[in-house]
């Protein structure tokens, strides 16, 4: 009889458990149909459910690329389009105010190297951006040698020309110019070969980019489509043309080409644009929500909140922040520190440079995305692959502490201060060997002596009140590494014959879970 009584009691049990099973399964289905059918609304209390996805947490280096007509003046390629025509002047990009009285150098230069602005505009140097050696295999072999995991090739820029092609403006690259879609070519590339594919705009800034004169081809309304249409020049730009322009050309790039990555530049920063910020993010999340892939949304907020914390990723242009930033960021600058577009006169930064940077900005919680420069021919030029390919082999070695890699609870130690605010790069002082990094990965913790040392490296926020070590290892170095620690510092002896280029990389086995 008990014998009888305790099978029923299993008998029992195994059922009521089986229902609960039920009832957790049907809950997981249930909260996977919700998700599923998840849309964002056009509101912050909706946008603000957006998270950053980890697979962008986890990639931190990427290629950004500043290719186009600009590149064909060879010198003042930045803003070539604009400075070309600023002959009363230099005037504020915000504003339309003069700032300084003399011409641009570009306006001298454009009338001797191409002819009158008037009868030679900018339209007319589109056609002699060839990318005849274009090869869109070669140059995203090169970005995977370098390390890099993601890129974001500008799809349009300032001067309003699209790099694709455009159903929007006639101005692109297969009516003129390469006569066949590179964007395309690229992006699929970066896609076939596993890297994120991004794209970047620039186009906000178009409607205010050119001085618009009658003496210029620029003030005829004919040209509208890449000069913008006439107004004055602190004119917000027209809601006409932020809906029948703009805002198509964007769509345009999220749908045919599905960026996982899309950047914007500033001058979508500013109240005129307000009314598309919501309609935007939405737009784009739920695209990539369409196709099943978290997206990621960067924006600069250049003086106007265009979004708030949690609902995009923020980018700083040419500059870095001085401490860990709870929430992921990217720094975007380009291996040029003068320039962004190819041009002779390109003066490179060291990939030992970059390395620092990288490091410094990963500690703090962010990511790096490098510019580079190719020519008009599509050729990227030898100095810049060079570079590309150090980081590549520095990347090799010391990956592990980069990717998928955390913050620790400080970014790091040394006397070298990070200038805040926008394009703020070109103040800071170079870093010493005393300057130290530090990420997390895997339950190691890394220390990076930015500049590699000459002597025995000293420690101090790794005494023994913050961590007791059990071994270290010097990425790249075969030999043991002797150390010993206090209640003051770690010291970690001088190894000989390391052979090591750029950046030193510790790898640091704690006793307790960190």
Known sequence: MKKLIYILFTIGLVACQSKNNAKVETKT???????????FKENWESLSNYEIPQWMKDIKFGIFIHWGPNSVAELHT???PRWMYLDNGIMNPQT???TKNKPHPAVAYHKENFGDQKTFGYKDIIPMWTMENFNAEDWVNLFKKSGAQYVVPVAEHHDGYALYESSITKYNSVNMGPKKDVFKELTDEIKRQGLISGASSHLAFNWNFYNQQEYFDTGN????DIYAPPHKPDEPASAEWLANFWWPRTKEIIDKYQPDILWFDFFLDRPEFAPYHKKLAAYYYNSGLKRGKK???????YKYESYPIGTHMLD????KLDSIRPEYWQTDTSIGKNSWYYAKNWIPKSSGELIADLVDIVSKNGCLLLNIGPRKDGIIPGDQQKTLLEIGKWLDLN????YGSKHWKTYGEGPTKTELGHLSESKNKNFTQEDIRFTTNKGNLYAFILIPPTENIKIRTLNTSNINIESIQLLGYKGKIAFTQTSKHLEIQF????????????KIKPQEKL
């Open 96 to 98: 339309g105010e003069i």
């Open 29 to 39: 289905e249930d909260q996977t149909a919700k998700e599923e059918k998840f849309e």
């Open 399 to 402: 990956g592990e502490a980069i």
């Open 78 to 80: 930045d803003w070539y």
């Open 316 to 319: 700083l242009e040419r500059s």
């Open 495 to 506: 190894p000989k014959g390391t052979n090591l280029e750029h950046t030193w990389v510790f």
């Open 295 to 301: 997206v990621v949304l960067q924006t600069k907020n």
């Open 221 to 224: 309304p004919e040209f509208s």
